[in-house]
């Protein structure tokens, strides 16, 4: 399958343990990044493949903006 056009750098990308399909299922379950930067830890783990390090690496990452 191609990437679409549309496909574009994200600041999820600059996660480390952060891949493609744990990206993806953060996006369907938030649906913008704006969401998940307001979402808690606790909402972020409940994405499947984010456990409390990971989710707090996120936090970490898009609070610095």
Same mark, same amino acid.
Do not use: P
């Given at each position: ?25 953060? @996006?369907?379950?938030?649906?913008? @990044? ?30 610095? @903006?």
């Amino acid at each position: 399958k191609k990437k679409n056009k549309s496909t574009r750098y994200s600041l999820l990308d600059d996660i480390n343990g952060l891949g493609i399909k744990k990206k993806q299922n953060l @996006l369907k379950y938030f649906k913008s @990044l704006k969401a998940i930067k307001m979402a808690s830890l606790d909402e972020l783990c409940k994405v499947n493949g984010i456990n409390i390090k990971l989710a707090k690496e996120i936090h970490k990452i898009l609070l610095q @903006l």
